[in-house]
């Protein structure tokens, strides 16, 4: 499994950066032909060490932070601008997922952090939910997880939505009068 897992890994990395031409690819291309090295190897060996600094790194939290977010804030201003509502509905997705990450990550994040690898399994797991591709991590998670545990407390989700809405306008109002 792992194994099949890791050549599939490989050949879609050689693929990637041997069909796509862009400035990153110009770039490896150089640098292949400057060391000898074959830029499939290159590659490999920065993700490992991006790994290497996710495990041990200072500022990893903040690094992790950062992928999670700027990428998926700019694709997502691209979205809202965009005519295409498929990519709305991705990016939408993201987002929910990525919040009830952060919710739940705000009750356990003292008990991962302890671990080695959280910072490292967390940049894993955000970029595996904004992938480009059809069936990315946040589709995954909305559909398995979040989606039927929505539909099945529907109801009492919308009444409790509802009395909060309810209660802030009161209190708006309230503080308005107040004045």
Known sequence: MASAC?????ATLEKLLSEKKNKITDLLELVEKKTTVKRVYIVKGLIGLFAVYMILGHFAALVCNTVGFVYPAYASI????????DDDKKWLTYWVVFAMFSVIEFFSD????????????KIVFLVWCFMPTANNGSIVV???FIRPVFLSNRQFVDSAVNQLSEGASNLVNKVRKDE
């Open 6 to 10: 890791l050549q599939q890994f490989d």
């Open 78 to 85: 691209h979205a809202i601008e965009s005519h295409n509502k």
């Open 110 to 121: 003292i008990i991962f952090s302890w671990f080695p690898l959280y910072w490292l399994s």
């Open 142 to 144: 909305y559909n398995r």
